[in-house]
């Protein structure tokens, strides 16, 4: 998700985009190993959930008979880093166990209502935008209280030498941690003031300048980057907002949370992109490139 975490559930605009470098898919193993083994333990759980849960729209009978015949998620996309592991897992337990006829594109937001149930076995409250992505892998864009729609972003015009990518702080971090700071945050009437009358209003005009005006956008990202620098410091990885300070003062790069936030990566966005590289590269950080497809 590119604009929205955490915002959306309050209404927010939100745009969230597929990340082609990661991937994940169930498979089958009769014999498997270790890591397999715990990964079938997590689908058990998932399972669980679902039954308890009541869930009808998944087949939760072919589901659990795929499980104890070895079935389970291989995945090369990192847990708790911002990138929707479990948005890729629950669109594709979805998409091989749901009972629902086919979804056309004027019910997305049906779709992201059964796929946020399902999300919510792991972070409590989900908007299901993660999982809609993976399952349309299409990008979408939620705005003025709509249903979700699907947009074509390989055609933006911005100036070629602008650049989205992504940045791995090596910091693991716990969803269910950092939503709960948030959730301890946001009961305080002072900061769910700010939040409603300063950060929803921000992140809304960078999603509408991203998709509609690259002059205005360096703008509003930053007023969205230092709202959280200054009132979300629990979701800011350890040590690094100094380094995001020094991107916003130095007008170089821009940094923002990804996801929960708390660690995993950072979503940056650069007016030089080869000049932001290289700066980084002088202290052996690498930069993961962002592709905006359609």
Same mark, same amino acid.
């Given at each position: 998700?590119? *604009?929205? !975490?955490?915002?959306?559930?309050?209404?927010?605009?939100? &745009?969230?985009?597929?990340?082609?470098?990661?991937?994940?898919?169930?498979? *089958?193993?009769?014999?498997?190993?270790?890591?397999?083994?715990?990964?079938?333990?997590?689908?058990?759980?998932?399972?669980? *959930?679902?039954?308890?849960?009541?869930?009808?729209?998944?087949?939760? $009978?072919?589901? @659990?008979?795929?499980?104890?015949?070895? &079935?389970?998620?291989?995945? #090369?996309?990192?847990? +708790?880093?911002?990138?929707?592991?479990?948005?890729? $897992?629950?669109?594709?337990?979805?998409?091989?166990?749901?009972?629902?006829?086919?979804?056309?594109?004027?019910?997305?937001?049906?779709?992201?209502?059964?796929?946020?149930?399902?999300?919510?076995?792991?972070?409590?409250?989900?908007?299901?935008?993660?999982?809609?992505?993976?399952?349309?892998?299409?990008?979408?864009?939620?705005?003025?209280?709509?249903?979700?729609?699907?947009?074509?972003?390989?055609?933006?015009?911005?100036?070629?030498?602008?650049?989205?990518?992504?940045?791995?702080?090596?910091?693991?971090?716990? #969803?269910?941690?950092?939503? =709960?700071?948030?959730?301890?945050?946001?009961?305080?009437?002072?900061?769910?003031?700010?939040? @409603? +009358?300063?950060?929803?209003?921000?992140? +809304?005009?960078?999603?509408?300048?991203?998709?509609? =005006?690259? @002059?205005?956008?360096? @703008? !509003?990202?930053?007023?969205?980057?230092? *709202?959280?620098?200054?009132?979300? #410091?629990?979701?800011?990885?350890? =040590?690094?907002?100094?380094?995001?300070?020094?991107?916003?003062?130095?007008? =170089?790069?821009?940094?923002?949370?990804?996801?929960?936030?708390?660690?995993?990566?950072?979503?940056?966005?650069?007016?030089?992109?080869?000049? #932001?590289?290289?700066?980084?590269?002088?202290? +052996?950080?690498?930069?993961?490139?962002?592709?905006?497809?359609?």
């Amino acid at each position: 998700m590119l *604009f929205g !975490e955490y915002s959306v559930l309050y209404g927010s605009s939100a &745009l969230a985009i597929p990340f082609s470098e990661f991937l994940g898919r169930l498979k *089958f193993d009769k014999n498997p190993n270790s890591i397999v083994l715990a990964n079938q333990k997590k689908l058990g759980a998932f399972l669980q *959930f679902l039954k308890g849960k009541n869930i009808s729209f998944l087949d939760i $009978l072919r589901f @659990e008979e795929d499980l104890l015949n070895g &079935l389970y998620f291989e995945s #090369t996309i990192p847990q +708790n880093y911002g990138l929707g592991s479990s948005g890729a $897992l629950v669109a594709s337990v979805f998409e091989e166990y749901n009972l629902l006829p086919e979804f056309t594109t004027n019910r997305l937001g049906e779709l992201k209502t059964y796929l946020a149930q399902l999300e919510s076995f792991y972070h409590g409250n989900s908007s299901g935008i993660d999982p809609l992505v993976s399952f349309l892998n299409k990008s979408v864009l939620i705005a003025d209280n709509k249903p979700p729609k699907i947009v074509g972003l390989s055609d933006l015009s911005y100036d070629e030498s602008v650049g989205i990518f992504l940045i791995n702080t090596q910091i693991h971090s716990s #969803t269910s941690d950092v939503m =709960n700071y948030f959730q301890q945050q946001y009961k305080n009437t002072f900061f769910r003031r700010l939040f @409603e +009358n300063v950060y929803i209003p921000s992140n +809304n005009k960078s999603v509408s300048s991203f998709l509609n =005006n690259w @002059e205005v956008f360096f @703008e !509003e990202l930053e007023i969205l980057i230092r *709202f959280q620098l200054q009132n979300l #410091t629990g979701m800011i990885p350890k =040590n690094w907002d100094v380094i995001i300070e020094d991107g916003l003062k130095n007008k =170089n790069w821009y940094l923002k949370i990804l996801g929960s936030g708390g660690g995993g990566f950072l979503l940056g966005f650069t007016k030089n992109i080869v000049l #932001t590289k290289e700066l980084f590269a002088q202290n +052996n950080i690498n930069i993961i490139p962002v592709r905006l497809v359609d």
